[in-house]
């Protein structure tokens, strides 16, 4: 998760609770398909409904979690976002990891307008070093 995303969840909410749902079905599928990708699908207020294995190595288990009452609360959650660490180059991007230092990721956000749900995808390049620090978790 990066800040990015966070600063969105924060502004959309104001005070509003949205009710729990399930992840669509087409974005389960996508999820599957990602398992060696840091993949995690959130509700439109920012509820996690889904992550890879991957993703909860490297963010902590947030399923069933609200994103931005967890940052709130739990400093060592704090420490474990994405916080951007330069210029981007192209498509990707850097980020600073309290645990990783430097990665070097390309980032993704699709969404899901019907079911009102996001899906969030960094992804390293094959071989770099980010990829093998990743492959580490």
Same mark, same amino acid.
């Given at each position: ?98 645990? @990783?230092? &430097?990665? *070097? ?6 969404? =899901?307008?019907?079911? %009102? $749900? !996001? @899906?969030? &995808?960094? *992804? ?6 980010? =990829?093998?620090?990743? %492959? $580490? !978790?």
């Amino acid at each position: 998760m990066d800040r990015q995303l966070l600063a969105y969840f924060l502004r959309v909410r104001h005070g509003q609770v949205e009710p729990a749902c399930r992840v669509s079905p087409v974005l389960e599928l996508v999820v599957e398909h990602l398992p060696d990708d840091l993949a995690t699908v959130f509700s439109g207020f920012g509820e996690v409904l889904l992550q890879t294995r991957r993703a909860i190595a490297l963010f902590g288990d947030y399923s069933g979690n609200d994103v931005v009452d967890r940052w709130r609360q739990d400093p060592s959650a704090r420490r474990r976002f994405l916080v951007e660490a330069g210029p981007a180059y192209g498509r990707l991007r850097r980020y600073r990891h309290a645990e @990783l230092g &430097v990665l *070097t990721l390309y980032r993704q956000l699709l969404v =899901d307008p019907v079911e %009102r $749900q !996001l @899906l969030l &995808v960094f *992804t390293a390049v094959p071989g770099s070093v980010t =990829d093998e620090k990743l %492959r $580490q !978790l």
